[in-house]
């Protein structure tokens, strides 16, 4: 998510959990949400943080995401659901915000392996502007950072576990990154997915929804109908709730298109209705079309008008 609406969800975050479907007859318990024997979704003060318990359990556990600030407490005393062994051997960052990557320095400083984009790691390394905020964001401490990078795909095995990890370019950030536990088919695709949130185009590393939809079409080929999708935040998807929401963003891009090449700006779009008719209230429309719109401008030179 932005740094925006991470503000504004962060002293209502405990709220914004939503509880959704059981899986396996299993009850959500202490804010963990079993998929499968061996994974669970944590509460992260209302970002999720996949926990994958191998076997043999001597791996340690691995995680995708670390939670949203203030979340610490809340998630390290969850993963004592994860018996003896809870001690975080590998920890994936699906991108940099600071909503996925608050707990960072817990694990780091305990001496889990962390895995990212190496855009990703950039972020955290340097300080950057934060224009809706006006100011700098500091340098994420060393412990904090990822320790692993990788630039197009990757994969290692945890345990009997083969899991498959690689970019999504331009979807969110410049550095977003599936995590696909292969033999559990469960795909972890940070803000690529918002079944709860707005979706979220942070422009300013690039993102668009050109690269959005890029990066949701290669999740659809990774999955099958009984794959389940992890978001950031939100409920667990199906892949046919995935599509749905895969399908929705192809008629934005295509109407957001059409106004940009009228010179209309986000106030022009929302009047026009750009976001009427898609069974989905936004939280903050002009947010997301100013986003959109920035995005398309920057990436003007891959679009070709004939084909949109
Ligand atoms: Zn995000």
């Known amino acids: 998510m932005d740094r925006r609406n991470f503000l504004k969800n962060a002293a209502g975050a405990l709220t914004l959990w939503a509880y959704p479907r059981r899986v396996n007859g299993q009850q959500d318990a202490g804010g963990v949400r079993r998929l499968t024997n061996n994974l669970a979704v944590v509460d992260g003060g209302g970002s999720n943080v996949l926990v ?81 905020e006006d100011r700098y964001e500091k340098p994420r401490a060393k412990a904090a950072q990822p ?18 990890y690689g970019h999504l370019l331009l979807a969110h950030t410049d550095g977003d990154i599936y995590v696909f536990f292969k033999d559990s088919n469960v795909l972890a695709v940070g803000d690529v997915a918002s079944p709860l949130r707005d979706p979220a185009l942070d422009y300013f590393t690039g993102a668009w929804i050109g690269g959005r939809l890029d990066a949701m079409d290669t999740i659809l080929r990774l999955s099958n109908e009984q794959t389940w999708i992890v978001p950031a935040a939100g409920p667990v998807m199906t892949r046919a709730e995935f599509k749905a929401e895969r399908d929705m963003m192809e008629e934005i891009r295509s109407r957001v298109w059409k106004q940009v090449l009228q010179g209309d700006g986000p106030k022009d779009m929302l009047e026009a209705g750009v976001l009427n008719g898609l069974h989905r209230t936004w939280k903050d429309p002009y947010k997301f079309l100013y986003d959109a719109a920035k995005g398309m401008l920057a990436q003007h030179n891959k679009l070709d008008p004939s084909v949109v």
């Open 52 to 132: 994958f318990s191998p076997s043999p359990k001597d791996f340690g556990l691995v995680l995708v995401d670390s939670g949203a600030p203030n979340s610490g407490d809340q998630v390290l005393s969850a993963l004592k659901n994860f018996g003896s062994n809870s001690k975080v051997q590998i920890l994936f960052n699906t991108h940099h915000h600071i909503d996925q990557t608050a707990n960072n320095e817990v694990f780091g400083e305990a001496g889990a392996k962390i895995i990212a984009h190496e855009h990703t790691r950039q972020w955290m390394a340097t300080d950057y502007w934060i224009p809706d």
């Open 147 to 164: 320790t692993e990078t990788f630039h197009t795909t990757g994969s290692l095995k945890a345990g009997t576990e083969q899991i498959d």
